[in-house]
């Protein structure tokens, strides 16, 4: 019997259209070789253009789905999306604690592409409190740095952020003007990494998802922190580049962009 894969524990809410959320986070794993496992923090109802609705799980729930699993196999890393309510991020913040050697990737989802809201006002605090403490990474894009950190320049934000007790921050530049999204790293000694990317025609419907995941996924298989983020935005922009239209809104990333390239198997 083969050795099997690194496993990574997923807190998202699932998204019906299989662009972002839980669903992403699957498919990305996947095709990195991990195995994903899931605790879905709240339902929604969306599709390629917006969220139309969403219900959260009542923490304890989310608090059993995350024990049963952890009792039962070894985690290598947790990745953390949309969680649904200030309650929700108080017990993931509990299971945290109890388990301080496993790395965590901090995805903020404040809001879908659209606009539509992803988090309560309390929240955003919550996260701050709660979460920032316990993560190895925090990935806000540019807007949601800004609204977490209450600064308008990045690298401001940046550091607002590792006070608040994230151990690393990357920030990424989708939402900035420019020819090419430049995303940065930071640590508590300033810029880790800077990488730049040319921007890509369309909007993509889960491409934070896609960049989160991927980093907690290289993060389980053994890259050092700042080789995982420049191996996983590579990644993604690939996804992004050979995204498809499954319906009308925004365009879905190709996690499985590799099985497509000619001469694969």
Same mark, same amino acid.
Request: charged fraction near 5%; include cysteine; proline fraction near 2%.
């Given at each position: 019997m083969s050795s099997p894969p690194p496993s990574v524990l997923v807190f998202a809410a699932s998204d019906p259209s299989g662009g972002a959320g839980a669903q992403a !986070? /699957? *498919?990305? /794993?996947?095709?990195?070789?991990?195995?994903? *496992?899931?605790v879905l923090t709240a339902l929604t109802v969306q599709d390629t253009h917006g969220v139309e609705a969403m219900r959260p799980i009542e923490a304890s729930l989310v608090a059993r789905q995350a024990r049963c699993l952890l009792a039962d196999l070894p985690v290598a890393a947790f990745k953390l999306g949309v969680l649904g309510s200030a309650e929700n991020i108080a017990v993931i913040a509990a299971i945290l604690a109890e388990h301080p050697d496993i790395p965590v990737v901090l995805d903020p989802v404040l809001a879908s592409g659209r606009g539509d809201a992803l988090a309560s006002e309390s929240m955003p605090e919550a996260l701050l409190r709660e979460l920032l403490p316990r993560s190895t990474l925090v990935t806000p894009n540019s807007l949601e740095a800004r609204r977490l950190a209450g600064e308008d320049a990045l690298a401001c934000c940046a550091r607002r952020l590792l006070e608040r007790g994230a151990r690393y921050v990357l920030i990424t530049g989708a939402h900035e003007e420019?020819?090419?999204?430049?995303?940065? /790293?930071?640590?508590?000694?300033?810029v880790v990494r800077e990488d730049r990317w040319p921007r890509l025609a369309g909007s993509h419907h889960?491409?934070?998802?896609?960049? #989160?995941? #991927?980093? #907690?996924?290289? *993060?389980?298989r053994g890259l050092a922190l700042p080789d995982a983020v420049r191996e996983?935005? !590579?990644?993604?922009?690939?996804?992004?580049? #050979?995204?498809?239209?499954?319906?009308g809104g925004q365009l879905i990333p190709d996690r499985f962009f590799r099985l497509r390239e000619p001469g694969a198997s």
């Open positions: !986070d /699957l *498919l990305t /794993l996947a095709s990195l070789g991990c195995h994903p *496992l899931t420019g020819s090419e999204v430049v995303n940065t /790293l930071y640590a508590g000694a300033g889960g491409s934070g998802c896609t960049l #989160a995941s #991927a980093i #907690a996924a290289l *993060l389980a996983a935005e !590579d990644y993604t922009w690939h996804a992004l580049a #050979a995204g498809f239209a499954a319906g």
